[in-house]
């Protein structure tokens, strides 16, 4: 997991919960959306987590402290739905720990119990743990090999705590699979459960198409209608077809990459 | 001069292209271009006329006799000049502009079949004066102290840029996206509009001071209320386009290998994925791909596909051939590189394999029923005649609608009832200081009528903030080194 601080004065200001970037590492990068995990509008930066998982999270892993982005555009898409809820149940996993960290800390705002839950795959794979732990009321972490805290994943946690207490809301960010199977284990209670897409995307403003879902059986633009949607409305295994389509592509880019980041005089004509 | 001997025999000049089977597999532009021998004999065409009913055809009344008659006179970067004394982009009009129905549709000699080739000329003299560097800086009036924001860059926002930077105001230009330029970046395609032409356009804007901040959405990173307000801009003007792309809401449109046209060609032109993986921006190539439209964005999508190495690429669309909403030359094109047309068909239901990628496209037969409202001869489906059309790629290009990211940012601002912004004439929108044009006002239209648009709207926003009539001495040829 990478952390990475952008200065962005402007976006640093005008920036809620729930938003995200898009970002492209140099010109003949992809536009790739991000979330935005926290930010400090006095100083002007704002803070994001990754995953280097393909050819754009690699060039993002490269820069070094200093270097320029070729474009970040925001902030995008609905702020998350703040109010006082009551008792809010937060899972996150992979990026979304970082992504749900200012929710979490405006929806505790707001005078809400908030209790999170973090998972990975190892304790080392943890982060922003002080950070949540002062946030919340109560912070759960869990992970796949039980090197701190209970062997197992949010959707697990998460059905602990519902049995245990009376929850009103629960928010989920992570990869698909984890918020498709934290969505099913609040179905049962019909707890209102909020999840934040990660879909493809291109522009991040309602002009290319290419990041719709079908939610309660209408389409909707995760980009500006989202990335937040009911968790139990919408069509998981459409958005796992969706999110496959570029695989072989991908795989071809990264080692393309990966071997030119070997050679790095190669010179090819532009 | 009326009546020389050739006049009238010289028949209209071809404009020499790539062979068809050639271009249909690369991305360099189709039509090379006249050489000069070609203007001068095309040139030599126009009868000069007293009245001049091309003029009346174009939407912002170039001075196509007088043009014309540089160019016969080997004039060729006057002409160019001249041209640009009403229509900033010449070397974009020249090539995308529908002239069979605006200024070549009202020419004279349209009657015999044969009028003369406007267009052709129009981008002749302006790929001269760019290619020979003689692309003159006109001489700006004095800065006058008013700032101006333009909103979206795309043909129309370009133009008021340029009206009004010569006319002394401080000009600034948010653009969503990385790249400005608007549809002639990121929709049509480099083998009919040369990205080149468009940057150097924009190179000129720059040079004349005008500031260009892109990755600005408007409506999100700024409002334009804080544009007038805390930062201090005079008027805006928004020129943000019509792209919101509509989907057919038939079953198995969110199968994988179903594009937009705006994903679709924006991953091609804006994000250049047709040299993927050099450029990281994937684009399925499909081995059969289907386009769904009869306009202009629809024969892109197709002709693009082609040129991705697909080796069935069809145009299905409701209606018959006479109907479709494209340009001519550009069916003709898309036919001669072997794009098969399925005519009076329409899609039912896109149908998907296992993995959810598109495998076929069930599509019914229709045939012209009653004419409508319009006149339009109106498709009605055949009973019973579905067929499949196999294949791996969709792109869907039935239009697109006004996009509410900014205006749903403005309450105050006053929309129709499909969510464009209503104006005057001029392009004063209901809220003051608050200019539109283009498609957000309109509707899909063309690149000039962009263009005209933005061109009131500078005038409108003149005359409000207390500047003189009259139009900007837009080329005077005074040149600055
Ligand atoms: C609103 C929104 C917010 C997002 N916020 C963040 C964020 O804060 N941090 C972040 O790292 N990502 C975030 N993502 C996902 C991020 O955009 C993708 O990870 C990114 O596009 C990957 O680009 P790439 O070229 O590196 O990998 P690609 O080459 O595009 O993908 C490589 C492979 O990894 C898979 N993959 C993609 N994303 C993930 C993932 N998150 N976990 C596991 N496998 C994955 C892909 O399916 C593919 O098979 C967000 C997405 C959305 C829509
Ligand atoms: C594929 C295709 C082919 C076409 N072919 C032709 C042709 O051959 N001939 C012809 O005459 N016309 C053609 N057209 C139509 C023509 O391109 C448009 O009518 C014209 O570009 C409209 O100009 P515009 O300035 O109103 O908007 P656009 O060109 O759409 O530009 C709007 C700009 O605003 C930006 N923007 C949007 N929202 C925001 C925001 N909130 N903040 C900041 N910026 C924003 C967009 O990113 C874009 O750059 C074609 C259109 C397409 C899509
Ligand atoms: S701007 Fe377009 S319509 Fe007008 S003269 Fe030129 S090509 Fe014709
Ligand atoms: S109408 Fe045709 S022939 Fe007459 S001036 Fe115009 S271009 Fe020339
Ligand atoms: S990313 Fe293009 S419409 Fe959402």
Same mark, same amino acid.
């Given at each position: 997991?990478?952390?990475? &601080? %952008?200065?962005?004065?402007?976006?640093?200001?005008?920036?809620?919960?729930?938003?995200? !970037?898009?970002?492209? /590492? @140099? #010109?003949?990068?992809?536009?790739?959306?991000?979330?935005?995990?926290?930010?400090?509008?006095?100083?002007?930066?704002?803070?994001?987590?990754?995953?280097?998982?393909?050819?754009?999270?690699?060039?993002?892993?490269?820069?070094?402290?200093?270097?320029?982005?070729?474009?970040?555009?925001?902030?995008?898409?609905?702020?998350?739905?703040?109010?006082?809820?009551?008792?809010?149940?937060?899972?996150?996993?992979?990026?979304?720990?970082?992504?749900?960290?200012?929710?979490?800390?405006?929806?505790?705002?707001?005078?809400?119990?908030?209790? &999170? %839950?973090?998972?990975?795959?190892?304790?080392?794979?943890?982060?922003?743990?002080?950070? !949540?732990?002062?946030? /919340? @009321? #109560?912070?759960?972490?869990?992970?796949?090999?039980?090197?701190?805290?209970?062997?197992?994943?949010?959707?697990?946690?998460?059905?602990?705590?519902?049995?245990?207490?009376?929850?009103?809301?629960?928010?989920?960010?992570?990869?698909?699979?984890?918020?498709?199977?934290?969505?099913?284990?609040?179905?049962?209670?019909?707890?209102?459960?909020?999840?934040?897409?990660?879909?493809?995307?291109?522009?991040?403003?309602?002009?290319?198409?290419?990041?719709?879902?079908?939610?309660?059986?209408?389409?909707?633009?995760?980009?500006?209608?989202?990335?937040?949607?009911?968790?139990?409305?919408?069509?998981?295994?459409?958005?796992?077809?969706?999110?496959?389509?570029?695989?072989? #592509?991908?795989?071809?880019?990264?080692?393309?990459?990966?071997?030119?980041?070997?050679?790095?005089?190669?010179?090819?004509?532009? | 001069?009326?009546?020389?001997?050739?006049?009238?025999?010289?028949?209209?000049?071809?404009?020499?292209?790539?062979?068809?089977?050639?271009?249909?597999?690369?991305?360099?532009?189709?039509?090379?271009?006249?050489?000069?021998?070609?203007?001068?004999?095309?040139?030599?065409?126009?009868?000069?006329?007293?009245?001049?009913?091309?003029?009346?055809?174009?939407?912002?009344?170039?001075?196509?006799?007088?043009?014309?008659?540089?160019?016969?006179?080997?004039?060729?970067?006057?002409?160019?000049?001249?041209?640009?004394?009403?229509?900033?982009?010449?070397?974009?009009?020249?090539?995308?502009?529908?002239?069979?129905?605006?200024?070549?549709?009202?020419?004279?000699?349209?009657?015999?079949?044969?009028?003369?080739?406007?267009?052709?000329?129009?981008?002749?003299?302006?790929?001269?004066?760019?290619?020979?560097?003689?692309?003159?800086?006109?001489?700006?009036?004095?800065?006058?102290?008013?700032?101006?924001?333009?909103?979206?860059?795309?043909?129309?926002?370009?133009?008021?840029?340029?009206?009004?930077?010569?006319?002394?105001?401080?000009?600034?230009?948010?653009?969503?996206?990385?790249?400005?330029?608007?549809?002639?970046?990121?929709?049509?395609?480099?083998?009919?509009?040369?990205?080149?032409?468009?940057?150097?356009?924009?190179?000129?804007?720059?040079?004349?001071?005008?500031?260009?901040?892109?990755?600005?959405?408007?409506?999100?990173?700024?409002?334009?209320?804080?544009?007038?307000?805390?930062?201090?801009?005079?008027?805006?003007?928004?020129?943000?386009?019509?792209?919101?792309?509509?989907?057919?809401?038939?079953?198995?449109?969110?199968?994988?290998?179903?594009?937009?046209?705006?994903?679709?060609?924006?991953?091609?032109?804006?994000?250049?994925?047709?040299?993927?993986?050099?450029?990281?921006?994937?684009?399925?190539?499909?081995?059969?791909?289907?386009?769904?439209?009869?306009?202009?964005?629809?024969?892109?999508?197709?002709?693009?596909?082609?040129?991705?190495?697909?080796?069935?690429?069809?145009?299905?669309?409701?209606?018959?051939?006479?109907?479709?909403?494209?340009?001519?030359?550009?069916?003709?094109?898309?036919?001669?590189?072997?794009?098969?047309?399925?005519?009076?068909?329409?899609?039912?239901?896109?149908?998907?394999?296992?993995?959810?990628?598109?495998?076929?496209?069930?599509?019914?037969?229709?045939?012209?029923?009653?004419?409508?409202?319009?006149?339009?001869?109106?498709?009605?489906?055949?009973?019973?005649?579905?067929?499949?059309?196999?294949?791996?790629?969709?792109?869907?290009?039935?239009?697109?609608?006004?996009?509410?990211?900014?205006?749903?940012?403005?309450?105050?601002?006053?929309?129709?009832?499909?969510?464009?912004?209503?104006?005057?004439?001029?392009?004063?929108?209901?809220?003051?200081?608050?200019?539109?044009?283009?498609?957000?006002?309109?509707?899909?239209?063309?690149?000039?009528?962009?263009?005209?648009?933005?061109?009131?709207?500078?005038?409108?926003?003149?005359?409000?903030?207390?500047?003189?009539?009259?139009?900007?001495?837009?080329?005077?040829?005074?040149?600055?080194?």
């Amino acid at each position: 997991m990478h952390r990475m &601080v %952008i200065e962005a004065p402007l976006l640093a200001k005008k920036v809620q919960p729930g938003q995200f !970037l898009i970002i492209m /590492a @140099d #010109e003949e990068g992809e536009r790739i959306p991000i979330s935005v995990a926290d930010w400090d509008a006095s100083a002007g930066t704002i803070t994001i987590y990754f995953l280097e998982v393909g050819v754009s999270t690699m060039k993002l892993a490269q820069k070094n402290a200093g270097d320029g982005l070729y474009a970040v555009v925001g902030p995008l898409g609905r702020p998350a739905k703040l109010a006082k809820y009551g008792t809010v149940v937060m899972g996150g996993g992979c990026y979304g720990i970082g992504a749900i960290t200012s929710i979490a800390r405006a929806l505790k705002e707001m005078g809400n119990r908030v209790i &999170v %839950i973090t998972e990975a795959r190892s304790k080392y794979l943890l982060y922003n743990r002080e950070a !949540l732990r002062a946030i /919340a @009321d #109560e912070y759960i972490e869990a992970t796949s090999d039980g090197s701190t805290g209970i062997k197992g994943k949010v959707q697990d946690v998460v059905q602990y705590v519902i049995y245990r207490e009376k929850v009103d809301l629960a928010y989920f960010i992570g990869c698909t699979f984890m918020m498709m199977n934290c969505s099913n284990a609040t179905k049962g209670k019909g707890l209102r459960t909020l999840v934040a897409l990660n879909t493809l995307m291109l522009d991040g403003t309602g002009m290319c198409g290419v990041c719709r879902v079908n939610v309660g059986g209408q389409t909707k633009f995760a980009c500006v209608d989202g990335p937040e949607f009911d968790g139990h409305q919408i069509d998981w295994l459409g958005v796992f077809h969706r999110k496959s389509m570029y695989l072989q #592509e991908e795989l071809l880019a990264y080692q393309y990459h990966s071997c030119r980041a070997l050679r790095p005089t190669d010179q090819e004509g532009k | 001069m009326e009546g020389g001997p050739e006049k009238g025999r010289v028949p209209r000049q071809k404009m020499p292209e790539q062979p068809p089977l050639v271009r249909a597999r690369n991305f360099n532009e189709v039509p090379l271009g006249y050489s000069p021998e070609m203007a001068l004999l095309e040139a030599g065409r126009c009868l000069q006329c007293k009245k001049p009913t091309c003029m009346t055809g174009c939407p912002v009344g170039v001075k196509i006799p007088e043009f014309v008659k540089l160019i016969r006179e080997g004039e060729f970067v006057a002409a160019a000049r001249k041209v640009k004394e009403t229509n900033a982009l010449p070397a974009v009009c020249g090539r995308v502009c529908p002239q069979e129905v605006q200024c070549e549709g009202s020419c004279v000699l349209a009657k015999k079949g044969e009028p003369v080739a406007i267009g052709h000329l129009e981008r002749f003299c302006a790929d001269y004066e760019r290619r020979t560097d003689q692309v003159c800086l006109p001489v700006k009036a004095a800065a006058n102290g008013r700032k101006v924001a333009v909103v979206g860059c795309g043909p129309a926002g370009l133009t008021v840029a340029g009206d009004l930077i010569l006319r002394g105001y401080q000009v600034t230009i948010f653009e969503a996206l990385h790249k400005p330029g608007g549809v002639l970046v990121y929709g049509i395609p480099e083998f009919r509009l040369p990205k080149e032409i468009v940057d150097s356009e924009i190179r000129y804007l720059q040079s004349l001071g005008v500031e260009l901040r892109p990755n600005m959405v408007v409506g999100t990173s700024l409002t334009v209320k804080e544009l007038m307000g805390e930062m201090g801009y005079d008027a805006v003007f928004i020129g943000v386009g019509a792209g919101l792309p509509q989907f057919m809401g038939i079953h198995g449109e969110e199968l994988c290998g179903v594009y937009s046209a705006n994903e679709y060609l924006t991953r091609a032109n804006l994000l250049k994925s047709y040299r993927f993986p050099r450029y990281d921006t994937p684009l399925a190539r499909g081995r059969n791909v289907a386009v769904v439209g009869g306009g202009n964005v629809a024969m892109d999508s197709v002709r693009t596909a082609l040129r991705l190495g697909a080796d069935n690429a069809f145009i299905v669309y409701r209606r018959s051939i006479e109907e479709m909403p494209a340009r001519r030359e550009e069916v003709h094109h898309a036919q001669q590189e072997g794009v098969q047309f399925k005519l009076l068909t329409n899609p039912v239901e896109v149908i998907g394999d296992e993995r959810g990628w598109v495998k076929a496209l069930k599509c019914i037969r229709m045939e012209l029923g009653e004419p409508d409202a319009k006149g339009r001869r109106k498709p009605v489906p055949v009973k019973g005649s579905w067929f499949d059309l196999p294949v791996d790629i969709v792109v869907i290009a039935i239009g697109t609608n006004a996009n509410p990211l900014l205006t749903s940012s403005m309450q105050e601002l006053k929309l129709n009832e499909h969510g464009y912004i209503v104006t005057d004439p001029e392009g004063r929108t209901s809220v003051p200081g608050v200019y539109a044009g283009g498609d957000i006002v309109t509707g899909s239209a063309t690149v000039i009528q962009a263009m005209g648009a933005g061109r009131r709207a500078a005038n409108a926003i003149h005359k409000d903030l207390g500047g003189e009539a009259g139009p900007p001495e837009a080329c005077s040829g005074t040149l600055q080194p």
